[in-house]
C-alpha cells in the first residue's frame, strides 16, 4: 500500500496531529519538528510509544531536508503562511492549523504560492468535521426551515496565559509579576484581534449554508482584562453573505467562563442550535407547525463509530484521514486555498471594521473565477438516515 510520507512543523497544537497521523496506516510520519525541547521529549515518547521510526528535530529546514511528500504546519499563527509557502516551495504538500494566515496580503502571497507550485493546500479547519454539521446541512438542503436568512456562530475560550517562558511554559501576566519573572514574552495570540480567530465559527457556517460572506460591519468590547492588555475582550461581526444571508459571529478570549462554541441558524419556517454545554440538537422545523415546542435530535461532535478520544470528538482524526486521501487519490482538498481564505479573510477584514468603528467593509473573492458552490460535501456525505427526535425537555428546578 503506497503511504503519504508527512513531516509535522511544531509540536505544541501539532502533537495532536502526529498522535492522529501516526494512527494512519497508509501514512508514514518521517519527522516531526520543534525549538522547545520539553516539546520534542513528549513526542519522542509518544512515537516509541507507537513503535514508529519518526525522527524528531529541532528546526524546519532539517525537516525538510527528510523530503516528506506533505507538510503539517502547526507553527506560531502568525508564521503559518511563511511556513507553508517554505513547504510548498520545497515541493510539498501542506496541511495547515487555523488561523491558517494574519494579514490581508498574506492570503494573497498564499493563493499566488498555490498557483506557483501547483502543490495541494488545505486548512485544517477542523469544526467543519464535527457530525452535527451533516444534519444541519440535510435539513437545509432538504428546505426543513424555509430560507435562511441569519446565522449565528459563538466562540467563548478564556486564554488568559499570553505570556510564554523560554522553554514553552505558559503563564498570566498577573502571574508572572507576582513570581518577579522578567524572561516572559506575549505570545502570538496576545496581540491577536479576537475576531481573526473566527474560522471555527465561520468556516462550518459557510459550509452548511453553501455560501461566501461579501462584507462585514464589527466593534469591538473594551480592553478590561488584565492578563490580555493587549487586544480587545471580545469582539461582534455582522457578515453579509453573497446569498444574503446575515451571519454574526462572536468571539471572546478574554471572558473567564467555560470553553463553548454555540450555532444558531434561522430559517423562515424553523431553525437549528446546537450549544457544546448541552450537547444535543435543538430543531424546529416545517413539519412541526403543530408543536409549540422545540424537538431534540440526539447528534453530537461525532458520528457512531468516531474514535472521540482522537481530539474534539474524532473532528482531528477525520482531518487527518481525510488530508492523507486527499494526496494520495490526488482529489481536490475539502478546504482547498480558495475557500480557506473564504474563512480567513473575513475575520482580517472584521478587525479592519471595528478599528474604522464599524464602518463596513467588503470582502473581495480572491478566485479567479467566482465562488459558485462548496464541494466540501462532496468528500463528506449527507447522512442518509437521523436519529428519532423526541420533544425538548427543560433542565429541572
Known amino acids: 500500500m503506497e503511504k503519504l510520507r508527512v513531516g509535522i512543523l511544531g509540536l505544541g497544537r501539532g502533537f495532536t496531529h502526529l498522535r492522529n497521523f501516526l494512527l494512519l496506516d497508509n501514512v ?20 516509541d510509544e507507537a513503535g514508529a521510526g519518526t525522527r524528531v528535530l529541532p528546526e524546519f529546514d532539517e525537516l525538510l531536508d527528510l523530503r516528506p511528500a506533505a507538510v503539517v504546519v502547526a507553527s506560531n499563527g502568525k508564521l503559518q503562511v511563511e511556513h507553508a509557502i517554505q513547504a510548498m516551495e520545497a515541493g510539498c504538500h501542506v496541511l495547515s492549523e487555523v488561523p491558517g494566515a494574519y494579514a490581508e496580503e498574506e492570503c494573497v502571497r498564499l493563493r499566488a504560492a ?8 488545505m486548512l485544517g479547519e477542523n469544526t467543519c468535521y464535527w457530525d452535527f454539521f451533516r444534519y444541519f446541512r440535510k435539513w437545509i438542503a432538504e428546505d426543513r426551515f424555509g430560507p435562511i436568512s441569519i446565522a449565528e456562530g459563538e466562540y467563548i475560550h478564556y486564554l488568559p496565559a499570553t505570556l510564554s517562558l523560554p522553554d514553552g511554559t505558559r503563564l498570566t501576566p498577573t502571574a508572572a509579576g507576582a513570581q518577579g519573572r522578567t524572561d516572559a514574552a506575549p505570545t502570538w495570540r496576545a496581540d491577536q484581534p479576537p475576531i481573526q480567530y473566527l474560522t ?24 478590561r482584562s488584565p492578563d490580555a492588555p493587549l487586544r480587545s475582550d471580545g469582539q461582534i461581526a455582522l457578515f453579509q ?30 431553525g437549528v442550535e446546537w450549544f457544546s454545554y448541552e450537547k444535543v440538537c435543538r430543531r424546529f422545523s416545517r413539519d412541526a407547525e403543530e408543536r409549540s415546542g422545540w424537538e431534540t435530535v440526539p447528534i453530537g461532535l461525532g458520528a457512531r463509530g468516531d474514535d472521540i478520544s482522537a481530539g ?11 488530508f492523507a486521501h486527499t494526496i494520495l487519490d490526488g482529489r481536490p482538498a475539502p ?25 463596513p467593509v467588503s470582502i473581495p473573492d480572491l478566485r479567479r473565477q467566482p465562488f459558485e458552490h ?3 460535501w462532496s468528500t463528506v456525505p449527507l447522512p442518509d438516515t437521523e436519529p428519532p427526535a423526541a420533544p ?6
Open 335 to 359: 478546504i482547498d486555498v480558495y475557500r480557506a481564505i473564504d474563512y480567513i479573510l473575513p475575520g482580517i477584514l472584521a478587525n479592519r471594521s471595528a478599528e474604522l468603528g464599524g464602518t
Open 312 to 322: 474534539h470528538g474524532g473532528a482531528d482524526l477525520k482531518l487527518a484521514r481525510h
Open 241 to 270: 453573505t453573497a446569498k444574503g444571508t446575515l451571519i454574526k459571529i462572536m468571539v471572546t478570549l478574554n471572558t473567564r467562563r467555560p470553553a463553548e462554541h454555540r450555532y444558531r441558524i434561522f430559517g423562515v419556517a424553523g
Open 28 to 47: 508514514d510520519v518521517i519527522g516531526a519538528c520543534d525549538r522547545l525541547p520539553l516539546r520534542r521529549e513528549r513526542a519522542q515518547h509518544r512515537i
Open 374 to 376: 462548496s464541494t466540501f
Open 392 to 397: 425538548y425537555q427543560p433542565p429541572g428546578p
Open 200 to 223: 471555527h465559527d465561520l468556516g462550518p457556517l459557510l459550509e452548511v449554508l453553501d455560501d461566501r460572506c461579501v462584507s462585514v460591519s464589527c466593534r469591538s468590547a473594551p480592553w
Open 114 to 121: 498555490v498557483e506557483r507550485t501547483g502543490k495541494t493546500y
